[in-house]
């Protein structure tokens, strides 16, 4: 798709939407579509799904909303008046939901949008519901009577109910000869019923030995009642023996945990212990690394100094070493001008004075030269500081965009698991490695805090809340201190470094705050501004962070009375909704801004507001930093011509100093050879020797000032290092008394959960010798007791179904054993077994064979003639379909030459439409008002473009009238019609949607305004593309 975001709003009747090639019109019809549950491949756009999300982003959204109004709504008691189709795509998957009018989600399924596709009759396959651009063009361009007679078989739904016609046929052909199959499949199981009634007749029973069998059988079924009898009085003698062992066990139990209790009492008593000189060594940590990071930046600041102490005393040395090679070259000159003599100077004064006329007119033009120079070096160096800041503020735009969308990736991951809003990734880490070892813990520990916590009203609270609990949204709750250490290791394991525990028993109920302990006033406090189902959670925020003193206001005026002006008992703080935190010791009142730079908004119920906030904000963060970028490339351009025209006054003025350097020196050769023929030496050259020394002297007394100074603040940096060196070895020497009590009090806590957990052990161990030993054996023999009782009721039962017990007595009682009895049954059984050698099966089985082999066929005979029914009367039904589609068919093929016919004639144009359902073809045949051979056109191809256009046009009205849908859509209709045929094509479809009365979206990149105006047409131009 070509949209980042795209919503259009369609009237009820008539819609033209206009614009440029490539603004996205055609994405429309797309888009519905894909909505209403069209393949990709189908809407000849792209081969799957994910290929229509916008290249950059990670889904695409398409959202239709349907009027659900009048007699035909669809479930309106669910619905409403408006029906939501929401389709989602991602890279992996896609999801449709079906909304109400208030957007809450009713359905998610396929069939769902089926039934309601079916209800209203939209089938986006139908080109007359949906003619696409590429459907346009393959229409308008083709002249094949086949291509034709396919659109035509396929817009009247004649192909979709020819379909289902011919591949009900073929299923029915296969019942046929599957039921024929079925019927010959019986055959010779009537023949084995046959032999089976031959083979009950020759049988014969042995009656006298079977009498025996039946009257041992009666006895031995009531033997066994009789056995279980006697196995009821020895097992409960034993379950009066077992329950005798309890009372022991019990008194063992009991006094265990008395010890557990004062145990108990005394593990509290140090975990408050711990707790308070928790916050002291925490202060006293914190003031530690305070020392530590001021007296290192004193040593730095020291050994700075020193360094530059160094460099300022080697460099005064320099000069006194060059005092005394001046002071040489001082007295060289004085020998010098006792050796010379005097000669001719007059000549030599001329061509000097000549000479230095030549050397200032060259030095005029250097210095010039440097002026320009230096101009432009100043201009360089003031463009050069305008790149720079314009890099730096480059740099910054880049920063605040990386910043800006690693904040949306955070959101979208907060999006997808709420979890990672309390710690990223890291978070996830940690619970996976809680859940590897959640059996070494006591109680599952609880966290993060955050997540499990709702706003009750909203979002409005939700920076004020987070401002309020603070990092203890991300902390974790555990039930003693032994959990602490395990979750700690938990924490290492998964590089989870300075995670916040809290301690905190898990068995207490949720506090219940009296009315008078909380703040007096209207405005709701932090813990009623939230929900938790862990009332563990609830009762840590109340204990550890006050929430039921801290207050929520609207603004910040609002939040000064009440914090500073009212004087509210039990108020701790106050948070306004934008952040600020306001509170008051004691006689100072203090006002806290909220931080700019925190990232909020981590309770928020939904983030899409600020995700989408946040990506407007990087496109202007963008636009901005193309701008910037565009000023930097104008600048650097700037500056390559400073650079260049430098560049030239450079090498102008390096071959004027050049020039200069060899007039100097030619001047200098002239005055040495004068110097050297005359007696005195040249005042000037001393002179100007002393003056070099004096200014050098002048520059080391400065010189040795400026390193009395340095000296000074090297004694002061020295000094504040020695002092911050002694008092963090004070603090450390103090600080060690607390420490070491800190952890002789957890050792103590440590020893306390030993001797609890010992405690603990001992009383499982006896309970798990009462629960696993004397109680499983009271209730096995129990349990064995009950079975005896069972099995004695079933044997009752089932020795009574063979026979009165009373008759067993009749027959003299039963003395002997089951045992003895089943013997004399098996004796009997074997001798019925070789009187009847010569039968295979019993006469009762072979009845019961028979009888069974007879129901089985009766019920297949009666089911293969219901089969037989059903199938002639599906084919009769069938053929009666088939004569009812032949004269529909026929009925189309006319309605559809006459709807032709009659839109052609507003141009003055008659045809005629042929159809052969045989040969699968439609013909179109145009004879055109011009044309005075009367001869007819019948390919359109012969046709000019906006000719073809038209009737081709007027061939889909035709179809159109012969379909029902609530809305319709064409898009690129009237390509290739000049401008006479393409209004009247306009008139003709503008009239003919009006008449028609549903909805219609005609897409066009022409001109519109020859549309005539009304209230049921609407107009919409699409934004042009960027480039």
Known sequence: MCHSSLQIELGEWLNFVTGQNGSGKSAILTALCVAFGSRAKETQRATTLKEFIKTGCSYAVIQVEIKNEGEDAFKPEIYGDVIIVERRISVSTSSTVLKDHQGKRVASRKEDLHELVEHFNIDVENPCVIMSQDKSREFLHSGNDKDKFKFFFKATLLQQVNDLLVNIGTRLDSANTLVEELEKSIEPILKELNELQVKIRNMEH????????????????????????????????????LKDRIPTCQARIDRQLGKMEELRECLTKKKTQIACMMEKTTEVRRMKEDLQQRLSLATKERLELEEEHCRKTNKIQKMVNLVRRLDQQVHEVHEQDLKNTQAEESEIKEMLKGLQDELDTTNLIL??????????????????????????????????????????????????????????DRVIQLLRAIERHHQRFKRPPIGPIGAHLTLVNGDIWAIAVEIAIGKMLNAFIVTDHKDSLLLRGCAREANYNHLQIIIYDFSRPRLNIPYHM???????????????????????????????????????????????????????????????????????????????????????????????DLERYALDIQEHGQEVKRKKRNAEEELQDLQDKLQSIKRRRLNAERDVMSKKLRLQDVKNSYVAESNPAPASSVDELHHEISKVQAEIREKEILLEDFQLRMSKADAKANDLKLSFENLCESAKVEIDAYEAAENELVVIEQELCSAETEKTHYEGIMNNKVLPDIKEAETQYQELEHNRKESCRKASIICPESEIEALGGCKSTPEQLSAQLNRLNQRLQSESQRYAEPIEDLRMIYDKKERRILRKQQTYEAFREKLNACKEALD?????????????????????????????????????????????????????????????RGLSGGERSFSTLCFALALHEMTESPFRAMDEFDVFMDAVSRKISLDTLVNF??????????ITPHDISMVKQGERIKKQQMAAPRS
């Open 206 to 241: 042995v009656e006298e030995i079977s009498q025996q069998v039946q009257q041992l059988k009666k006895k031995l079924a009531w033997s066994w009642v009789y056995d279980v009898d006697r196995q009821l009085q020895e097992q409960s003698a034993k379950i009066e023996k």
């Open 367 to 424: 210095s010039r030269l440097k002026e320009e120079e230096s101009a432009l070096s100043a201009s360089l160096s003031i463009k050069m500081d305008e790149i720079r800041k314009i890099s730096d503020e480059i740099d910054d735009y880049e920063r605040k965009h990386r910043e800006n969308y690693s904040y949306i990736c955070e959101l979208q991951q907060h999006q997808t698991n709420k979890v990672t809003a309390f710690g990223g």
């Open 518 to 612: 909380l703040p007096q006033t209207q405005h709701p406090t932090l813990i009623s501004a939230l929900h938790s189902d862990n009332p563990t959670v609830m009762n840590v925020l109340v204990d550890m962070g006050n929430a039921e003193r801290q207050v929520l206001v609207r603004d910040y005026e609002v939040g000064k009375t009440v914090a500073f002006d009212q004087r509210i008992p039990n108020l701790k703080e106050v948070y306004t909704s934008d952040g600020y935190r306001m509170f008051s010791r004691g006689s100072v009142q203090t006002i806290l801004p909220p931080n700019k730079k925190a990232r909020t908004g981590r309770l928020c119920s939904s983030f899409d507001s600020q995700i989408k």
């Open 880 to 940: 009666l379909r088939w004569s009812k589609f032949q004269r529909n068919a026929t009925l189309l093929k006319r309605q559809l030459t006459w709807q032709f016919n009659a839109h052609l004639r507003k141009k003055g144009i008659s045809g005629h439409i042929k159809v052969s359902y045989e040969e699968k073809t439609l013909s179109v045949e145009v004879k055109m008002p011009q044309d005075a051979s009367n001869n007819i056109v019948r390919d359109t």
């Open 993 to 1002: 949607a009006l008449a028609q009365g549903s909805q219609w979206i005609f």
